[in-house]
Every structure is written in structure tokens, then in C-alpha cells.
């Protein structure tokens, strides 16, 4: 099974890997018709409707194993391998193998596709950096020893700069352009590799600041997505607005970067959370029918 779509050839992913954070969201938002089974309807709902036209949808290990049923027929299966986010210590940054669930029981399970995720600072401590590394490779190891592929997502960051900063900003493009090609190397059996955008939109001319010209900006797409060595390239959305990601993915098709398509998470769904508050099961159902099949249906258009 393929996470690629036949017609395109591209991957058009959603999202919904999400554990406390979101679970804390809905419960806010659901105030005194909070139940525990929420966050698992909100994850099956998604599932179920917007799977209709993504060619994958990534799951965390927690609902993966029963909601594996869920998935419709054309939409192919990913779940995340680690623990839940808060569980990542501030200095180090590095993420927790899960408890519940190996590398070896993807495939029993009905998932083919393994994704991680690891916050990474191509400036850091070297020891630090090669700990990372480490964990990594072993990963890919076991991937290639179970047959299951392997999506990496390395968040980038910097020891110093504060993401948002225009100081960030100037750092970004070179900062995702060394992790794309840190991880590139064959050593970690890398297949797909799930990435950040190189800029930083508040900064660039025609979206926020006109700090960055728009052909600087191009430029950047482009660098960062020859560091890939050809393995695929998926844009994921980074807690941004949709019209926001969608602009993004604008600017990468207008780049004519080597894109393989998109991971989009909360750009898609972040406000179906307000309308299952508001309006319980039925109404996120509804939403997710019109809304959010919408976006997701612009998003896929952008690569017609």
C-alpha cells in the first residue's frame, strides 16, 4: 500500500497524531459535556471524512491499534512512534520512545509506514546532535528490518534564537536546509522526509514584513529541497493558519521545488475543535463534511 496518490503522485496527508494538547483543547472547548471517549471521536470523525480524499492519515500509537478500522479503503495508514510530546525535556529536546507499541508490531497492527518525529539544531552540541542521530538510525534499522517505511519529521530549532524573532527568521531557511540534508543520508533508511517550510511568512514580502523579497524566499524552497537528495518531500503545516499553509504551498509549487506533497495538521482541523464544543458529534461531522474536506480539496488542487 502507498501513501502516494496514483493520480498525481503525490501524498495529500492529514494530521491527528496530537495527544494531550489536543485532548486538553477539547475538553476546554466541550466544558460540561466533556467525556473521556472525546478525543477518540474527534480522531474517528476525522478519520472517517477527511480520509475520503487524503491519501494518508497519520494517527498516534495511543488510538492507532483500534481505530485502524476506521481508515477508508483508499486511504493509507500511518501511525507516529513515540510518546506523547510533553513528555520531551526542555534541554536536551529529545523525543521519548513509546511504551505501548515496537517497530515490530506495525505491520501486525495494519500500519506500513512509521513516522517520527525529533526536535533537531543543526547548531547544537554535537553530542547532543549525535544522541539524536543515534536514536534515529537505530529506527531506521528496525523499519527496514520489519518491511514498514519510514517518515522523519525534524523540527528544526536553535539553541538561542526564539522562533517568531526576526532573527529566527534570517537563521530558518539554513536551518531546515541542514537538517534536509543531515537526514538525508542513506545511514538512516529514511523514505519520506516531513519538513517545515524554510520561511518564516510573517517576514515575507506580500504576506507580513517585507524583510525577505519573495525571490529570496523561492530561492530558499528551492535550496532546502535540493538537500533532500531525492527522497520525497512532505510540507507539513506547523500549527499555522490554513490560508496561511495554503500560501506556503503557493510559493513551493511556484519554486518548482521537488515537493512530494503534504503532512497538514491543524491547518485543516484546528477550528472543528471550537465547533465540536458548540455543537457536539453532529456538528463536527457536518463541519468536517463541508469545511473541511474543502480545504483539504484546495490544498490537493494546488498540484493539479
Known amino acids: 500500500m502507498t501513501i502516494f496518490d496514483h493520480k498525481h503522485n503525490k501524498v495529500f496527508g492529514i494530521a491527528i497524531d496530537a ?8 475538553k476546554d472547548a466541550r466544558k460540561a459535556f466533556y467525556q473521556e471517549n ?27 491499534p483500534h481505530l485502524i478500522s476506521r481508515y477508508p479503503k483508499q486511504c493509507s495508514p500511518m501511525m507516529a512512534f513515540e510518546a506523547d510530546v510533553y513528555h520531551i525535556s526542555d534541554e ?26 525529533m526536535y533537531y539544531a543543526p547548531n547544537d552540541n554535537i553530542e547532543i546532535n549525535e544522541q539524536k542521530q543515534k536514536i ?14 519510514f517518515l522523519m519529521e525534524p523540527l528544526v530549532y536553535d539553541p538561542i534564537k526564539r522562533p517568531g524573532s526576526l532573527d529566527y527568521a534570517y537563521l530558518k531557511p539554513q536551518l531546515v536546509e541542514n537538517a534536509t540534508k543531515t537526514f538525508s543520508n542513506p ?25 525577505i523579497k519573495q525571490k529570496e524566499a523561492i530561492k530558499f524552497f528551492k535550496d532546502a529541497s535540493i538537500a533532500a537528495s531525492g527522497i ?4 507539513l503545516s506547523a500549527g499555522v493558519s490554513f490560508e496561511w499553509f495554503k500560501a506556503s504551498l ?4 511556484k519554486a518548482e521545488v521537488d515537493c512530494s506533497g503534504f503532512m497538514c495538521g491543524r491547518a485543516i482541523w484546528s477550528e472543528a475543535i471550537k465547533v465540536f464544543g458548540e ?8 463541519w468536517l463534511n463541508t469545511t473541511g474536506q474543502n480545504r483539504l480539496n484546495e490544498l490537493i488542487s494546488l498540484f493539479n
Open 250 to 253: 503557493k510559493m513551493a509549487v
Open 136 to 149: 534515529i538510525e537505530n529506527i531506521g534499522k528496525e523499519c527496514v528490518k520489519n518491511n514498514i517505511s
Open 279 to 286: 455543537q457536539g458529534e453532529e456538528g463536527l461531522n457536518s
Open 92 to 117: 536536551d529536546r529529545i523525543t521519548k520512545l513509546p511504551d505501548n507499541i515496537k517497530v515490530s508490531d506495525f505491520s501486525r497492527l495494519g500500519y506500513k509506514v512509521l513516522k517520527f518525529f
Open 187 to 211: 545511514k538512516f533508511n529514511i523514505n519520506y522526509l516531513k519538513v517545515e517550510v524554510p520561511v518564516d511568512l510573517s517576514f515575507v514580502e506580500g504576506f507580513g514584513d517585507p524583510i
Open 19 to 26: 495527544g494531550s494538547g489536543l485532548k486538553q483543547a477539547i
Open 232 to 235: 520525497p518531500l512532505l510540507y
Open 38 to 64: 472525546d478525543l477518540e471521536t474527534f480522531k474517528k470523525l476525522i478519520i472517517t471524512s477527511l480520509g475520503q480524499y487524503a491519501t494518508t492519515i497519520l494517527i498516534d500509537s495511543e488510538f492507532g
